[in-house]
Structure formats: C-alpha cells, structure tokens
C-alpha cells in the first residue's frame, strides 16, 4: 500500500523525483552505498551532472560499480575525500544538494559525520545553491554523536536569513526509539 509518511528515507526520495528534473546538476555529500547517487543520476540524465562524496574508498568504488552496471556512470563524478572540501572540486552552481548523515549501514560505525566538518561543509554548499535550489539533510539522533550533530545542524540552519532561505523540519512526532530529522533548505533568492 502506497504510503507518504513512513521515513525520511521515504520523503527524501519522494521530494527528490519531485523536484529533481532531467539536465539539473546535483551533489549527494554522503556517498554511502550509493543509493541517492543512483537514483540522481538517473533522474538528471545524460544532459545533467552529479557530484558525490565519501570519505570511504570502498563506498565510492562499489558505487562506480554499480553506476557501472546500469551504464550511469559517465555524468557522475565520484570524489573520495570529505564533503568539507566540496570548494576543492565544485566550480559551479547546483540544484540540488542531499545529505544523509551518520554512518554506512553494515559499515563500520566510528566512520560517522562529525558536527565540525558538516557544518564546515554546509557552509560552503549553500552558496553554490542556485535561486529555488534544494538542499535536504537527514540527520540521526539514535548513535553516539547523532543528537549533538543534529542539535549543531538545526542550531546553524536555525541562523539562515528568512528573505534568502526557507528552512524547513520533518519529524515524526509518534515514532519510537530516536526517529532521524530530517530537513529542507530551500534557496529564495
Ligand atoms: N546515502 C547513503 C546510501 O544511500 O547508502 C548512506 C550514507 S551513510 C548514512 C553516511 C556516509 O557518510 C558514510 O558512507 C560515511 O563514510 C560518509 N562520511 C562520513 N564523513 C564524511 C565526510 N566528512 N565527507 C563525506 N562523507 C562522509
């Protein structure tokens, strides 16, 4: 049965195939097994670009496999280092912009986001937003680090000027056992 509500997993995907049109360039700043990146660069087509980072050597070869296989991988480009240096490698204004924060399910969980450089990395994403662009951020709280990392997110997006940014919370009120944030960014100027 078709549900709109059940996760931020969920509502990124959705909000992603709404938004996300052939020809746009994205970025996904947590690489992971891949599964926003895939589903990116199908979304943006031959015409469009996608940027992904991991700090995982592991993640971003399995990705560029499985690119590989569904014959996606010649508008991605796939960069192993943290998304605090996204200014090293990204010369140009995107559309969209995705994080998912925490650590890889089935990986090892020391490797994890840390506050410092997702804020460091937030910082330099959100200028290179182009007017209308999206940003979207999920942040769990369940983990050793999780809650001080979203409580720095909330606080910093909390600060974003309201004539430049509409900023937005997703929280499942009723779910049980630290259910993750997630949040929407949205450029307006
Ligand atoms: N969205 C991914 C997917 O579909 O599989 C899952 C992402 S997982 C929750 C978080 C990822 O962030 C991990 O793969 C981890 O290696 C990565 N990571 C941790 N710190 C990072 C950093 N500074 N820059 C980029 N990636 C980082």
Redesign the pocket.
Known sequence: KFKHFINPVETVKKIMYYYVKEGYIAL?????????TLRLAKLVGKNGKVYG????GE?INNTKNKLKELGLEQNVILIND???NINKYIHENLDFIVY??????G?DKN????PT?TIK?LKKALPLLNNNGLLLITCYVGHDGGKEEQEIVEIFLKSLDQKMYNVLQFKFINQRNNPPILYGVEKTY
């Open positions: 996904d700043c947590t690489v992971g097994n891949g599964k926003d980072f991991d700090i995982q993640a943290g998304h605090e998912n924060l925490g650590y890889l399910p990986g490797i994890k986001t840390q450089t990395s």
